[in-house]
């Protein structure tokens, strides 16, 4: 999967699990300080990010996931 | 009791006793889809569903083991993919096996923590994200008065179910915010396969115990279940229900 199609699909998931439009969704957007997420929203994005990319991130990981970009850095690394 | 049209229900433990009164009073009340697990019961479990059916549910039996946490997994998976959703869970099924606490085997208490606790955590976290997605939802931890108050021979049941009044506060607080209500009922001596293997000289014991004077029957549990799971019970969460006949207070 090409990093642009990563960035493309894991801005869908955000968008489809906080209820954002995509067009507010910006690599430096912070998911709880601009994106209105909450802790059980950022579990819930993890996990469907795990799902997604067959990916497993691991709690102590997850925390440092703070940004859009943190997320498709991490799965840019981390995808087989 | 309206409010459970289009609602799909899971029960385990569901092919009798206070599982079997639960299910029905879900589909009497009009749920759409009441789905019970069970262990071995087969027969039990063909009746509970033709009783469902018969009540206007659309009803099925799944074969799984609770302690099973992968079991329960594929369980609630495969409830959201044939029914699509899943909007009351209640987490009855259990087991007991009594015995004075120095006599206690490991397995057996391995048996009734795995089953009583582990079991209902499964399930929830498995049923949290459907209902999480839904943004709504009830689950129903049924627990024990003995969870409360203690019982000589039944360390390994007791702490089980003291451990479910735990599991229900704390999801509660988890899932609060996402609109699913999180409540146990702790029953009393109820009338059931579990306890008719009780001696008449300790029955009787126990009944001059309960100000009400006589056993529950299971229809008197479900109906507080009925009760917890509804609109009616819209702001009550992380609550223990005592339906014991006053043995407890």
């Known amino acids: 999967m090409s990093t642009s199609a990563i960035e493309t699909k894991v801005k869908s998931i955000i968008a489809d699990q906080l ?55 991490y799965i840019n690394t981390h995808k087989k | 009791m309206s409010g459970f049209k289009d ?36 027969a039990a479990a063909q009746e509970t569903v033709g009783m469902l059916q018969a009540a206007g549910a659309k009803a099925e039996a799944l074969k799984f083991d ?64 459907p209902m999480m997605k839904q943004r709504g939802g009830a689950i129903i931890n049924i627990s024990s008065v003995v969870g409360e108050m203690g019982n000589g021979g039944q360390v390994a049941y007791s ?26 009922v702790t029953p009393g001596f109820i009338g059931t396969d579990m306890v008719s293997h009780l001696d008449d000289e300790l029955r009787q014991k126990m009944l001059g115990g309960i100000p009400l004077g006589r056993l529950g029957n299971p229809e008197e549990v479900a109906g507080a279940v009925l009760f917890l799971a509804s609109d009616a019970a819209s702001y009550i969460t992380g609550e223990s229900l005592k339906v014991n006949g006053g043995m407890y207070m």
């Open chain 1, 19 to 73: 209820g954002v439009g995509e067009d507010e969704i910006k690599p430096e957007s912070s998911f709880i300080e601009d994106l209105g997420a909450d802790s059980l929203d950022i579990v819930e994005l993890v996990m469907a990010m795990e799902e997604e990319f067959e990916v497993e991130i691991p709690d102590e990981e997850a925390e440092n996931i703070k940004t859009v970009g943190d997320a498709i850095n």
């Open chain 2, 7 to 42: 609602k799909v229900v899971l029960v385990t433990g569901g092919s009798r006793g206070i599982g079997r009164a639960c299910a029905l009073a879900f589909a009497k009340a009009g749920a759409s889809t009441v789905v019970i697990s069970y262990a071995g019961n087969e």
């Open chain 2, 66 to 129: 609770v302690a099973d946490t992968a079991a329960c997994s594929s369980a609630v998976e495969g409830i959201v993919k044939t029914h699509g959703r899943l909007d009351v869970l209640v987490n009855n099924a259990g087991v007991a096996v009594d015995g004075l606490v120095m006599r206690v085997k490991d397995e057996d208490w391995d048996k009734q923590l795995d089953t009583n606790l582990k079991g209902a955590f499964a399930l929830i976290r498995a049923a949290s994200r």
């Open chain 2, 159 to 184: 702490a089980s179910k003291a451990g479910l009044i735990g599991l229900t506060k704390s999801v509660a607080k988890e899932l609060a915010s996402r609109n699913i209500r999180v409540n146990a």
